[in-house]
């Protein structure tokens, strides 16, 4: 069992918290390391569904939530941070690590702020500095 100081109770290994529990028929991908890409099988299933746009949200910002995004910019996805619901123990490398997200890898935003707009189908797509051209 493990606590979790935002959470109450405590937790077995990894869970998923109440609120946003999946559903049945949601698609869980166990991860096992930082990318959440890496040796799972959700690029296929978001493929397979039709996704190009990926909002990632998680912790610690610096590690899981980055190395995810880099992933995703690898497999050539769109992707959006939403930067008030990724968390890390240092507000330093947080901000940093956004910054540099921003860059190269994609876009970031807070949930009340306006969405991130692309152009229309991305076929051919390529990229363009911060953000995506058609």
């Known amino acids: 069992m493990r606590s979790y100081g935002v959470l109450d109770g405590e937790r077995e290994g990894p869970d998923i918290v109440d609120e946003i529990y999946p559903e049945a028929g949601d698609l869980i991908v166990e991860k096992y390391g930082y990318n ?5 099988r959700l690029a296929e299933a978001l493929r397979a569904n039709g996704v190009i746009d990926l909002v990632v949200t998680g912790t610690v910002t610096q590690i899981c939530v980055e190395d995810t995004v880099h992933g995703a910019f690898h497999e ?4 959006v941070v939403v930067s008030d619901a990724a ?3 240092d507000e330093e490398l947080h901000r940093a690590t956004l910054r540099n997200i921003e860059l190269k890898y994609g876009r970031c935003c807070r949930p ?8 229309g189908p991305r076929e051919p797509a390529a990229r363009k500095g911060m953000g995506w051209r058609t």
């Open 36 to 40: 959440a890409f890496h040796h799972t």
């Open 76 to 79: 050539g996805y769109r992707t």
């Open 112 to 119: 009340r702020r306006s969405w991130p707009i692309w152009p």
């Open 87 to 89: 968390s890390s123990y």
